[in-house]
């Protein structure tokens, strides 16, 4: 057996009700799929420490090509300790990025459950939405309602939609297209923010047809449940490289996209920092900040809490978070364990995060921000394989995704499953169509 001194492999504990039960959970993408997970123990008045082993004869940095899968693997087990936990501090020396021990701790109020467990729903629902990706799930406070529109399909033949529909915690329902034919047409990977000062919610961008090079520069606004096309912006911007968010604070929404001397398909986007671009009343504008963020971020969302908007940041090692004070980009400690984290605004919860990516029949983790600190929200059971642009229905105060995809053996596979998690209970299913099969490689 091998200790591992250098490399991330720890990514959290989770703490039973009896407080002495530890779930120990370790990213996949450090470890090679099938080694085995030897862990040891050790206990003082103040530290439960965890060293931990591979039964391997080499270690395996994320980065060396050993020609072993990797992706998207989660390794589970569970140690009991020999007294309560208490106040002792959960350590795993050498395991964690930059010496500083990656806790994800949360004692449950009530008896943890079995990380492959979640309950399951399944309501004779009038119509079921086409599985989709790529488009947006947003919550209407004036209507108390989440919405659903636009995307790509996840079915054949894959195309841009622009229908919308509304979830009322047990089915979706369709919305009927306005008699005067104003809405945004068929569009996928638009960015979305929602205005709270105007009650509205904006849509800016995305493309069209099969290529994801064809931007658009519209800007839709969604309010009193009409669309209305607002002046376009002199920029383009999509969700592969860009990400936008409101703040209400400085009156204005806050833009980060690709520079226009960056070119899909041709330019490695790493190479290309993000610019950044201001609207409010008065028009557009761009600032020069002296800090800018890098590719690749994945959404943005206004911290109440402390004045700032926050950016998820994709990379190799977990979710960078960044922070932006109206003047300058900031790269924040608040770092996620998940690879590509996605913000939400979770009402009284405070902003939540949901890990976009995984397998069936994981543990989904949702984390919490509390001051600077992370902590997984709620009970831990299994989730959707992928969190399709969730949002939080602030009225029945539960997350809402919808659709879920993933690779069975050479077959991907998708569905048009709904899924809702809430603090109380984690996640709930409530089952679509069976699944099918669908293009290995959506555009």
């Known amino acids: 057996m091998l200790i591992i001194p250098d490399f991330t492999v720890w990514d959290g504990a989770v703490v039973g009700r009896d407080d002495r039960t530890v779930t120990l959970y370790f990213p996949g993408g450090n470890i090679c799929t099938g080694f085995p997970l030897r862990v040891d123990v050790s206990e003082t008045s103040t530290r439960v420490v965890f060293s931990v082993y591979l039964g391997v004869?080499?270690?395996?940095?994320?980065n060396a090509q050993f020609g072993c899968t990797t992706e998207g693997h989660e390794y589970i087990t569970t140690v009991k300790l020999s007294s309560p936990l208490g106040s002792r501090q959960i350590d795993a020396p050498g395991l964690a990025r930059g010496g500083n021990p990656r806790i994800v701790a949360h004692l449950y109020s009530s008896p943890p459950p079995s990380a492959s467990a979640s309950a399951t729903?399944?309501?004779?629902?009038?119509?079921?939405?086409?599985?989709?990706?790529?488009?947006?799930?947003?919550?209407?406070?004036?209507?108390?309602?989440?919405?659903?529109?636009?995307?790509?399909?996840?079915?054949?033949?894959?195309r841009e939609v622009s229908d919308m529909w509304t979830w009322n915690g047990r089915c979706w329902t369709y919305v009927p297209a306005p008699s005067d034919g104003q809405l945004p047409t068929a569009r996928a990977r638009e960015l979305t923010a929602?205005?709270?000062?105007?009650?509205?919610?904006?849509?800016?961008?995305?493309?069209?047809?099969?290529?994801?090079?064809?931007f658009l520069p519209e800007v839709w606004s969604?309010?009193?449940?009409?669309?209305?096309?607002?002046?376009?912006?002199?920029i383009v911007a999509t969700s592969d490289g860009g990400a936008m968010a409101y703040d209400p604070s400085r009156h204005e929404l806050v833009v980060v996209t690709m520079p226009p001397a960056f070119h899909w398909g041709i330019d490695d986007?790493?190479?290309?920092?993000?610019?950044?671009?201001?609207?409010?009343?008065q028009g557009w504008?761009?600032?020069?900040?002296?800090?800018?963020?890098?590719?690749?971020?994945?959404?943005?969302?206004?911290?109440?809490?402390?004045?700032?908007?926050?950016?998820?940041?994709?990379?190799?090692?977990?979710?960078?978070?960044?922070?932006?004070?109206?003047?300058?980009?900031?790269?924040?400690?608040?770092?996620?364990?998940?690879?590509?984290?996605?913000?939400v605004d979770g009402g009284d919860l405070g902003i939540l995060a949901v890990d976009s990516t995984g397998l069936p029949g994981q543990p989904r983790p949702v984390y919490r921000l509390t001051g600077d600190q992370w902590s997984v929200a709620g009970p831990l059971t299994t989730g959707p394989s992928l969190s399709l642009s969730p949002a939080f229905d602030q009225s029945r105060r539960e997350l809402v995704?919808?659709?879920?995809s993933w690779q069975n053996g050479a077959a991907p596979l998708t569905t048009d499953d709904t899924w809702t998690w809430t603090f109380a209970a984690g996640w709930v299913r409530h089952a679509g169509h069976a699944p099918v099969s669908l293009n290995p490689s959506p555009a």
């Open 401 to 404: 995704t919808f659709s879920d």
């Open 222 to 234: 969604w309010a009193g449940g009409q669309w209305s096309r607002l002046p376009d912006a002199p």
């Open 121 to 158: 729903a399944s309501p004779s629902c009038a119509a079921v939405p086409e599985a989709r990706w790529l488009g947006v799930t947003f919550y209407d406070p004036q209507a108390q309602q989440v919405f659903l529109y636009g995307g790509q399909t996840l079915t054949l033949p894959i």
């Open 57 to 62: 004869a080499r270690v395996v940095h994320p």
């Open 194 to 214: 929602y205005d709270p000062e105007h009650k509205r919610f904006l849509l800016f961008g995305g493309t069209i047809g099969q290529t994801a090079f064809a």
């Open 285 to 343: 504008r761009q600032v020069q900040p002296q800090h800018k963020m890098p590719f690749a971020p994945v959404n943005m969302i206004f911290d109440s809490s402390r004045d700032r908007i926050l950016a998820s940041r994709e990379t190799q090692n977990g979710t960078e978070i960044w922070s932006w004070d109206g003047q300058d980009w900031n790269l924040t400690s608040d770092h996620l364990p998940g690879a590509r984290a996605v913000l």
């Open 269 to 281: 986007p790493n190479a290309f920092p993000l610019d950044t671009w201001l609207r409010n009343d």
